[in-house]
């Protein structure tokens, strides 16, 4: 690994926003391909802030910390992976239900499916289920994830489901849901394909099920 992709990795574990924007550019000039620092750099720190997190060696604001500074330099190599045609991981639209305004657990969520590969239409807050089908439709989203942060927004998902179904786009997609009301349970009896109780969990369910999917 080149030694700027190592002081990356730091950074972005960190959460130091100007040494990642820095170091990503340095490399960038010096002809450090952007699939190593985007892999071995990034992704590879976002994979460690999870794990920590899922050993309760850091917590939700870290995590914030980590993926906005992953973030900060994704802006700089977006164009450099295209020019260099990497794979994304998978198109996946993002959104709180319809009547939820909540957005921390779905833009953490959103942040960490990027640092993984995936390709992200964040959809924002107070989704209507016709935006999750147009996304479906018209962006080739592959997988929906869905988030609810109250009880009573809950049944949005299960008629967001619905939609789907009724044009005729459920095979084609998974569905995945989340928040904190949100169990397992409730994902079965919906119909959902996945949960993911917290967000570093859901990029191992997001590959999980673009692996299912078929690719």
């Known amino acids: 690994m080149d030694p ?7 950074n972005v574990k960190d959460g130091d926003v100007n040494a990642v924007k820095a170091n990503v550019q340095s490399a960038i000039d010096s002809g450090v391909p952007a699939v190593e620092i985007l892999n071995e750099g990034m992704v590879a720190a976002m994979a460690e802030v999870g794990r920590l997190f899922g050993e309760g ?3 939700v604001p870290e995590m914030l910390i980590a993926a906005r500074a992953m973030q900060s330099g994704m802006g700089l190599l977006k164009p450099h992976l295209k020019s260099a045609e990497v794979k994304s991981a998978g198109r996946v639209a993002v959104g709180t239900v319809k009547g939820d305004l909540h957005d921390i657990g779905k833009n953490l969520v959103a942040m960490m499916l990027e640092g993984a590969g995936f390709e992200i239409i964040d959809l924002g807050t107070d989704v209507p289920p016709e935006k999750f089908v147009q996304a479906v439709r018209e962006q080739g989203a592959q997988i929906v994830v869905m988030s609810a942060l109250l009880t009573t927004t809950m049944p949005s998902i299960k008629t967001t489901i619905d939609a789907l179904t009724a044009a005729g786009l459920r095979e084609q997609v998974k569905v995945m849901i989340g928040g904190a009301p949100v169990t397992q349970n409730f994902a079965n009896q919906i119909g959902a394909d996945g949960f993911a109780p917290d967000a570093s969990r859901a990029v191992a369910a997001a590959q999980e099920l673009i692996s299912r999917r078929g690719g």
Not at 4 to 10: D, L, Y
């Open 4 to 10: 700027i992709t190592k002081e990356i990795f730091s």
């Open 57 to 59: 060696e850091c917590f």
